[in-house]
């Protein structure tokens, strides 16, 4: 009954072309949303912190690759059951838009996304040595862990591969969180396998930013604004946009006793 009732105060908007209800507020209980902010505040700093502190220290690709999947295997296990652990703004819009998280969770998703990104990266080069950091930029040209593509490449084709890339991460994810598929195994394993092959693929392209929180954060510790960085917030957030919706709208279906999707 007090499920019932606590769904009956929630606030949603149905588009009528899509025929499917997209919440706007859930009511919880303030502490609630404390959980969700450290949450995912946590996981964003662990996926930034690890993965900086790799990039710094690690000079062979394939090394920086598993340390980046196996920081999102930490951050998936550690608050995926408290918050989902989205890490991932884009994941966060595409989760809005397939119904499984409410607008006000979605702002303050982002916001403590960005917050552990900027932590995590602080933290990783408070870490690392002067020397250490000069070394690095004197050879990558950019700092640690800041996004950098193949120079030969239009910045048109460098969005493409951010967009794909990050595409498959929504779909992933909201086939996992769709009600015919809850198996929640191994679930830290499997994502950081999906991240390793999708770094493997386009890390040499664009560098395989996949998540514009993982590429902010870098850039302002940095001071690293670069003329084509738009295209790691345009690909994944227009990946966010489509994912979802295609999901929502081909895949999905409304678990039985329930008129649409339940958040």
């Known amino acids: 009954m007090a499920d019932d ?128 950091q000069e070394a690095f930029f004197n050879e990558k040209s950019v700092g640690i862990f800041t996004l950098k593509k193949r120079g030969s490449l239009e910045d048109w084709q460098v969005c493409i591969c951010e967009y794909i890339l990050t595409f498959l991460i929504v779909i992933v994810c909201t086939a996992v969180w769709d009600w015919r598929n809850r198996k929640i195994d191994s679930l830290g394993i499997r994502f950081g396998f999906l991240i390793a092959v999708l770094i493997l693929a386009g890390g040499d392209v664009s560098g395989a930013g996949l998540n514009p929180a993982r590429a902010i954060g870098p850039s302002i510790n940095n001071g690293e604004f670069l003329s084509y960085h738009w295209v790691y917030y345009v690909g994944p957030f227009m990946a966010g946009i489509t994912g979802g919706l295609l999901y929502r709208i081909v895949f999905q279906t409304p678990e039985p006793g329930y008129d649409d999707v339940d958040g």
Do not use: W
């Open 5 to 132: 009732q606590t769904k009956s105060s929630n606030v949603y908007v149905r588009i009528k072309p899509l025929g499917r209800k997209f919440i706007i507020y859930e009511k919880v209980p303030f502490y609630r949303y404390v959980e969700l902010i450290i949450a995912e505040f946590t996981g964003t700093f662990i996926l930034l912190f690890l993965s900086s502190l790799a990039d710094g220290v690690l000079s062979n690709i394939l090394e920086v690759t598993f340390a980046v999947a196996l920081s999102i295997s930490v951050s998936v296990e550690c608050v995926s059951h408290i918050s989902g652990s989205h890490i991932n703004p884009a994941v966060s819009l595409g989760a809005f838009l397939a119904g499984y998280l409410s607008l006000i969770h979605l702002c303050i998703y982002m916001i403590s996304q960005l917050l552990g990104s900027i932590a995590g990266h602080a933290t990783a080069l408070a870490i690392v040595s002067k020397e250490m």
